[in-house]
């Protein structure tokens, strides 16, 4: 099992920056990939970030490129805890933020954070 525990949210004006972070608890050395979606009021929950703990690897989706940056830590358990650095935030930004996590073996697992509200408004 693995309790996932974000951090950050808040109320930015549009144009600035918000830092989210998501600590992992639990079997996080089963953990194979991490990531953050988000919900906004009405549409469905969609992906913003991923990445591979053990490479690195990152994917964002399109509406978020060259503004978010999703990383990790560097060493021992703190590799597992997550931060998305969020720049020249936008109203449309504005939703429910929500850590994610998973497993991967004959299935896959999936984690949920509780979700941090983040909202982008002057």
């Known amino acids: 099992q693995v309790k996932l525990v974000e951090s950050g949210g808040g109320l930015v004006q549009p144009g600035g920056s918000l830092r989210l972070s998501c600590a992992p608890s639990?079997?996080?050395?089963?953990?194979?990939?991490m990531g953050w979606y988000r919900q906004a009021p009405g549409k469905e929950r969609e992906l913003v970030a991923h990445?591979?703990?053990?490479?690195?690897?990152?994917?964002?989706?399109e509406s978020v490129k060259g503004r978010f940056t999703i990383s990790r830590g560097t060493s021992g358990n703190a590799k597992f805890t997550t931060y998305l650095q969020m720049n020249s935030l936008k109203a449309e930004d504005t939703a429910v933020y929500y850590c994610?996590?998973?497993?991967?073996?004959?299935?896959?697992?999936?984690?949920w954070g509780q979700g941090t509200q983040v909202t982008v408004s002057s």
């Open positions: 994610h996590a998973e497993t991967w073996g004959r299935t896959t697992i999936h984690y």
């Open positions: 639990g079997s996080i050395f089963q953990i194979s990939a």
């Open positions: 990445i591979i703990a053990a490479i690195g690897t990152t994917t964002y989706s």
